[in-house]
């Protein structure tokens, strides 16, 4: 009876199995069914004539902005200078100094963005010839002057004096791409020349203002942060691309350079891409020329003089008395195989002229740019006035009365002639100078400067003068017994012995007889 109740039990299992794959085969039916009925009435409708619509076209992606590559030069300028600190001085100038200020800051920036654009050339073009060059370092030498201009249009605001001069003589800053073989150096002392003009901003907000003291250090930072970027990318002077493109055929990248909006979407399902464009092959490089050329000539070794003439002794002057008495050598019929080298140019071509100066401010007198001024009077000094010489050249400064103080910076052949002084005399930078003393002054500081003569009166037999770095320094001084005006020059010496004594070092000065 088991057995038959079992076997019942199974069958009715079966039977609900069956129904439930009748009803979902009836169910997929109707789908089906569904589907092609939708088909038909799709149909039907296409065979009713229509006017022509346009076909719908799959939607285009918006551009995708491809952003240009720089040149590892460059790149490193934005994060060198641009980012790491012009950006943040830029800043800070808006945060407190007055607008005329922020705008003068504002030509710098766009200055340094002028030497980023050079940048480019330099890193896609190969070395232009000298014409090319100086229209190419046209721009820069216009926003030098620029900048000059606007410290002269706010010279009179004496509480930012300070702070549009350093900016101005910084400006030069961007002219160690003119200079060759160490264009670090050259923006070494842009740097200590600022420094005049830094130290007293320093002074005058010392204890009152921090802003003052953050924005010169920032703006020596650039200057320090230039002088790295140019030792770690142009050790030597300005890098060009030796297989680069002309100039003339040098196209600037765009900013933001878009793909078309003709271009084909994306999958799926994408058409067949655009055939690539054709490569084109870069011509030959020429051959090198300027320094790359000589140094190519040297490695040659022995082939080096193979293109050189052997000398007749027809032609030589220790031969032939004849030649010596007219002083010129005939000149050889055979063609020069050599070109005539490329004179580099000069930093300060690049600088410009810039306006002189000769004004009293506060209690300085400020004498600046000055040139072939056989007698310039600073007449009507009190004991608490300083006069300032800065950038003269063949110039002669007569200063009437007792001063505070004198000070010479970066001046050539310029003469000072002073009555008397009660602090100090200090030149700096000033080659080829000339001090005449006819009163009493106290100390006299010569650094960092070639060729000068100093006389001194009867009354300053007493100073002290202190040289750093210095040569050819004269001092002449009165004779004992003759009439003024007789001098007996002496030489400021120059080599100097040290020796180590009882773990000390001691200095003296050689002195050479015989």
């Given at each position: 009876?088991?057995?038959?109740?079992?076997?019942?039990?199974?069958?009715?299992?079966?039977?609900?199995?069956?129904?439930?794959?009748?009803?979902?085969?009836?169910?997929?039916?109707?789908?089906?069914?569904?589907?092609?009925?939708?088909?038909?009435?799709?149909?039907?409708?296409?065979d009713?004539?229509?006017?022509?619509?346009?076909?719908?076209?799959?939607?285009?992606?918006?551009?995708?902005?491809?952003?240009?590559?720089?040149?590892?030069?460059?790149?490193?300028?934005?994060?060198?200078?641009?980012?790491?600190?012009?950006?943040?001085?830029?800043?800070?100038?808006?945060?407190f100094?007055?607008?005329?200020?922020?705008?003068?800051?504002?030509?710098?920036?766009?200055?340094?963005?002028?030497?980023?654009?050079?940048?480019?050339?330099?890193?896609?073009?190969?070395?232009?010839?000298?014409?090319?060059?100086?229209e190419?370092?046209?721009?820069?030498?216009?926003?030098?002057e620029?900048?000059?201009?606007?410290?002269?249009?706010?010279g009179k605001?004496?509480?930012?004096v300070?702070?549009?001069?350093?900016?101005a003589?910084?400006?030069?800053?961007?002219?160690?791409?003119?200079?060759?073989?160490?264009?670090?150096?050259?923006?070494?002392?842009?740097?200590?020349?600022?420094?005049?003009?830094?130290?007293?901003?320093?002074?005058?907000?010392?204890?009152?203002?921090?802003?003052?003291?953050?924005?010169?250090?920032?703006?020596?930072?650039?200057?320090?942060?230039?002088?790295?970027?140019?030792?770690?990318?142009?050790?030597?002077?300005l890098?060009?691309?030796?297989?680069?493109?002309?100039?003339s055929?040098?196209?600037?990248?765009?900013?933001?350079?878009?793909?078309?909006?003709?271009?084909?979407?994306?999958?799926?399902?994408?058409?067949?891409?655009?055939?690539?464009?054709?490569?084109?092959?870069p011509?030959?490089?020429?051959?090198?020329?300027?320094?790359?050329?000589?140094?190519?000539?040297?490695?040659?070794?022995?082939?080096?003089?193979?293109?050189?003439r052997?000398?007749?002794?027809?032609?030589?002057?220790?031969?032939?008395?004849?030649?010596?008495?007219?002083?010129?050598?005939?000149?050889?019929?055979?063609?020069?195989?050599?070109k005539k080298?490329?004179?580099?140019?000069?930093?300060?071509?690049?600088?410009?002229?810039?306006?002189?100066?000769?004004?009293?401010?506060?209690?300085?007198?400020?004498?600046?740019?000055?040139e072939?001024?056989?007698?310039?009077?600073?007449?009507?000094?009190?004991?608490?006035q300083?006069v300032n010489?800065?950038?003269?050249?063949?110039?002669?400064?007569?200063?009437?009365?007792?001063v505070?103080?004198?000070?010479?910076?970066?001046?050539?052949?310029?003469?000072?002639?002073?009555?008397?002084?009660?602090?100090?005399?200090?030149?700096?930078?000033?080659?080829?100078?000339?001090?005449?003393?006819t009163?009493?002054?106290?100390t006299?500081q010569?650094?960092?400067?070639?060729?000068?003569?100093?006389?001194?009166?009867?009354?300053?037999?007493?100073?002290?003068?202190?040289?750093?770095?210095?040569?050819?320094?004269?001092?002449s001084?009165?004779?004992?017994?003759?009439?003024?005006?007789?001098?007996?020059?002496?030489?400021?010496?120059?080599?100097?012995?040290?020796?180590?004594?009882?773990?000390?070092?001691v200095?003296?000065?050689?002195?050479?007889?015989?």
């Open positions: 009876m088991s057995t038959t109740n079992q076997g019942l039990y199974t069958l009715a299992t079966i039977i609900k199995r069956l129904e439930a794959v009748a009803s979902r085969f009836e169910d997929l039916e109707e789908t089906a069914r569904s589907r092609t009925s939708k088909r038909q009435s799709t149909s039907t409708v296409a009713v004539p229509e006017p022509h619509l346009p076909r719908a076209e799959p939607p285009v992606p918006p551009a995708v902005v491809v952003q240009p590559l720089s040149p590892p030069s460059v790149t490193a300028f934005d994060a060198i200078v641009i980012d790491g600190k012009l950006k943040a001085f830029v800043e800070l100038t808006k945060a100094a007055p607008q005329f200020l922020v705008d003068q800051v504002a030509l710098f920036a766009d200055e340094l963005n002028l030497l980023r654009n050079l940048l480019l050339i330099a890193a896609a073009c190969k070395a232009p010839d000298q014409k090319t060059f100086v190419l370092l046209g721009p820069l030498q216009a926003a030098i620029t900048i000059a201009r606007a410290k002269v249009t706010h605001e004496a509480a930012w300070n702070h549009l001069s350093a900016i003589e910084g400006a030069p800053c961007v002219g160690w791409v003119t200079v060759e073989p160490k264009p670090a150096t050259y923006v070494n002392d842009v740097k200590d020349s600022i420094r005049f003009f830094t130290d007293r901003v320093l002074k005058e907000h010392k204890g009152k203002d921090s802003r003052h003291a953050e924005w010169v250090r920032a703006f020596l930072a650039i200057l320090d942060e230039m002088k790295r970027y140019v030792l770690e990318n142009h050790p030597v002077g890098a060009w691309n030796a297989s680069g493109v002309p100039v055929e040098y196209k600037p990248p765009s900013p933001t350079p878009a793909v078309s909006d003709t271009a084909p979407p994306p999958p799926p399902p994408p058409p067949p891409p655009p055939p690539p464009p054709p490569v084109e092959v011509a030959a490089a020429p051959a090198a020329s300027g320094p790359a050329a000589v140094f190519a000539e040297l490695n040659r070794g022995a082939e080096v003089t193979k293109g050189l052997k000398v007749d002794k027809s032609e030589m002057t220790h031969k032939n008395p004849a030649l010596r008495s007219s002083s010129v050598v005939p000149a050889s019929t055979a063609p020069s195989s050599g080298p490329v004179k580099p140019a000069k930093p300060h071509a690049l600088m410009g002229k810039k306006p002189a100066k000769f004004a009293l401010e506060g209690n300085k007198w400020l004498i600046e740019y000055q072939n001024e056989p007698a310039l009077e600073v007449s009507g000094v009190e004991i608490n300083i010489i800065f950038g003269c050249k063949n110039t002669t400064v007569v200063i009437r009365g007792k505070n103080a004198v000070t010479m910076l970066n001046c050539t052949k310029t003469s000072v002639l002073v009555e008397s002084v009660i602090s100090s005399v200090e030149i700096t930078k000033s080659a080829s100078f000339a001090l005449q003393i009163g009493t002054a106290p006299i010569v650094d960092s400067t070639d060729s000068g003569q100093i006389y001194l009166s009867k009354a300053c037999l007493g100073v002290e003068i202190t040289t750093a770095k210095c040569s050819a320094i004269n001092v001084v009165p004779v004992d017994g003759e009439e003024d005006g007789i001098y007996q020059e002496q030489a400021v010496p120059e080599m100097l012995k040290t020796v180590v004594q009882d773990g000390k070092l200095t003296s000065v050689v002195e050479h007889v015989g």
